[in-house]
C-alpha cells in the first residue's frame, strides 16, 4: 500500500474547469510534467519527470511540490513524506534501494529530531539531529 489512500490515479476525479487544467508541459531543461495547472503553474494533483532520472508524484501549489508526494530518485530510493515550498518539511519516510527505510521529521528538507532506522537485517536503529 502507498503513503496515500487517496492518490489520484485518473482524469475523471481531475477538475476541469476555467480554473485548473489538466495538461502536459515540457520545460527547456527537458523535464516534462503531467497534471493539473492554474493559471499556467503546477496545482494541484501531478507528475514531474526529471530528464536526470526520477520524478516526483504528489500534490502541488504555486509551482511548488506542497502536500503529500513522492520523490523516486534514479538510484532507486524513494522519500514518500511532506513537502512544503518544494522541500521535505513534516513527517516522512525515506525508503533505501537496500531495503532499509528511515523514518522521521524534516524541516526545509533537513531532518530534525528522532529518526528511527529500519533495516533490512533486522537491526534498528536511532538518531538524533
Request: charged residues 25%.
Amino acid at each position: 500500500m502507498s503513503f496515500f489512500d487517496s492518490t489520484i490515479n485518473s482524469t475523471q476525479n481531475m477538475v476541469n474547469d476555467d480554473t485548473y487544467e489538466f495538461k502536459t508541459q515540457v520545460y527547456q531543461n527537458g523535464d516534462r510534467y503531467f497534471g493539473q495547472l492554474r493559471n499556467g503553474k503546477r496545482e494541484g494533483y501531478g507528475i514531474m519527470y526529471y530528464k536526470r532520472g526520477g520524478r516526483y508524484e504528489g500534490n502541488w501549489k504555486n509551482g511548488l511540490a506542497e502536500g503529500k508526494g513522492i520523490d523516486y530518485y534514479q538510484n532507486g530510493d524513494r522519500y514518500e513524506g511532506n513537502y512544503h515550498m518544494d522541500e521535505e518539511d513534516g513527517e516522512g519516510v525515506f525508503y533505501y534501494s537496500n531495503g532499509d527505510r528511515m523514518m522521521g521529521n524534516y524541516y526545509h528538507g533537513n531532518p530534525i529530531g528522532k529518526h528511527v532506522k529500519l533495516c533490512a537485517n533486522g537491526e534498528i536503529k536511532t538518531k538524533n539531529y
